[in-house]
């Protein structure tokens, strides 16, 4: 079943006359992040997101490396949702010769270009900070992987967005479904439906999968009959703590810190968790959990824009938030203040007890919540809030560890703060609710991706093979003809 990597085109059979279908992943191949899959049908190459990997200085490299394929030779580029693994190379991929169209829902449109542009405001400050340091040590800059300039390039492929459940032709015999993911708002799985020179062929792709049962999206549509089923496995190997247990937990740790004179440092992903952790404390305070007195900041220009564009795409809400929105602001509380600018991010830190700061990125690779961890992870007083998944590598990773120091820009840091983990608010949906979705529809094979090796993706294989499933676990560059 397995052919040799190629970039090539794939060629047509001599003895049929038919061509193949030939899937290969080029990233989130036994690992998280970095989302990249390839399919290639008759002489169309269609590419399913084209995500940055994240986690540490080993994905940083994988970024700067060619691709494994040709970025010229893509015809089309599906985007699930905005997530940075999922379309933070997009300016990359543009930069080195895309020029197909880009497909995707509107909310997801929106993000991805505050999601792009912010990654690249974020390399191109990387870089400058790299280039000081190596001309102290006599050492060659490489330059950004994108600028700004590439960010706004890339905007400018997307193409007319879709919508959910509406069948639309992608190319000559090959029809696209996007289905609402519940991940993040304006996320999809998406359904190709292949001809393959009269040998039709479908697979659905699941993109990352939202949990059940969440106060703003709505609940994930469960995977239509397919052929193939590529699947994501963040979270294959266990259940997620109930809901209301982690928000009470939540509580427990703002109340407890506050109480104690710290300030609390929430690490949020911008998208969806930011919106949700607002949406909840200023439940809270409305219901008199925490005091309506204490200051929120939200520093994270991302999420700010993410969150103005929540309030633009009401079509991608659950019924219940829906009917919230008509009843006041679900995200706005007294004391919220929004920090764009630098000089109000820096006078946060003059703050030593009171507040709750919201600051990216959500893995603690990067961004403003650095400087706050730094001037609040040596004092006993403060917490910091982990709610989000921590990769490999990461900052976080090693906070949800234990570490008793870590390092932040080149500076030691005695980890004395409280550190809480509460993964009830994963946007990824748990073994549970991945195994509904793939139903108990026959299958020819599922491809389980976006899942580390040893953990997640090894568990829903072995849950799988014991249902007597067919599945894969394909490498990075690993091309599997369908």
Known sequence: MLSPTSSSRPARSKASGKSTIT?????????????????????QRLLIDCGLFQGGREQDRANAE????????????LLT?????????IPKLVKEGFRGRIVATSATRDLARVVMLDAAGLQEEDAR??????HRRGVANTGPLYTLDDALHAMDFFGEPVAYDREIVIADGIRATFRDAGHI???????????????????????????PGRPILRNPEPAPQADYV????????????????????????VKQTIDRGGNVIIPTFALERAQEILYYLNQGM???????????????????????IFRRHPECFGETFQQELQHGDPFGMPNLHFCRDTADSIAINHIESGAIILAGSGMCTGGRVLHHLRHNLWRERSSVVLVGYAAEGSLARRLVDGAKHVRIYNEDVRVSAQVWTINGFSAHADQATLLNWLGTSQRKRVLLVHGEYERGMRAMAERLGGAGVAYQMPGRGEAILL
């Not at 191949?29 to 899959?37: I, P």
């Not at 949702?81 to 190379?89: F, I």
């Not at 900070?129 to 190596?134: E, F, K, M, P, T």
């Not at 699947?231 to 939540?250: F, I, K, N, Q």
């Open 185 to 211: 708002l304006g996320s999809a799985s998406i359904l190709l439906q292949l001809d393959g020179g009269g040998r039709p062929c479908s697979v659905v792709f699941s993109g990352d999968l939202g949990n």
């Open 230 to 253: 590529v699947m994501e496995t963040t979270y294959g190997d266990r259940p997620h703590r109930a809901l209301p247990d982690s928000v009470d937990e939540l509580y427990r740790a």
């Open 81 to 89: 949702h905005a997530h940075l693994d999922h379309c933070g190379r």
């Open 129 to 134: 900070r790299a280039q000081r340091s190596g």
């Open 66 to 77: 060619p691709f494994g394929f040709d970025p010229a030779s893509i015809d089309v580029l």
């Open 23 to 43: 899937y290969t992943c080029h990233g989130a191949a036994k690992e998280v992040t970095g989302s990249c899959h390839l399919l290639e049908c008759g002489n």
């Open 286 to 308: 409305q219901q008199g959990m925490l005091s309506a007195h204490t200051p929120v900041f939200m520093d994270s220009p991302m999420a700010i824009s993410a969150t103005e």
